[in-house]
């Protein structure tokens, strides 16, 4: 089983900024693709940036230079630096990823998507 565990959302005014993390824990082989998300009320969720194994990355264009993805590949971990963050960037901010994991008593290779539990990003004055 594999864990996908989110932290950093809150408050933040206009201008200002936040740091997102989301660490993957469990029986994980390999984390390919992570990546974050976000759903705002009365929306659909909406990508907002990727980041490949290897580094490479993506951005929705509401979020280019203003939002940096990285990841510590050994701690299976995904960051999210959001800065000169707007009131439209309200929503709650979900990680994925992509990730091969075994299965203990069988040995068993699963690869998955999965979700964290979501975390509340707040931009007002």
């Known amino acids: 089983q594999v864990q996908l565990v989110e932290s950093g959302g809150g408050l933040a005014q206009p201008g200002g900024s936040l740091r997102l993390s989301c660490a993957a824990s469990g029986s994980i082989l390999s984390v390919n693709g992570m990546g974050w998300y976000r759903q705002a009320p009365g929306a659909q969720r909406e990508l907002v940036a990727t980041?490949?194994?290897?580094?490479?990355?993506t951005y929705a264009d509401s979020v280019k230079g203003r939002f940096t993805i990285s990841r510590d590949n050994a701690k299976n971990t995904v960051y999210l630096q959001m800065n000169s963050l707007k009131p439209e960037d309200t929503a709650v901010y979900y990680c994925?990823?992509?990730?091969?994991?075994?299965?203990?008593?069988?040995?068993?290779?699963?690869?998955?998507?999965?979700w964290g539990q979501g975390t509340q990003v707040t931009v007002s004055s």
């Open positions: 980041v490949t194994s290897g580094g490479s990355t």
């Open positions: 994925n990823a992509n990730v091969k994991s075994v299965e203990y008593y069988s040995g068993n290779h699963y690869l998955d998507d999965y």
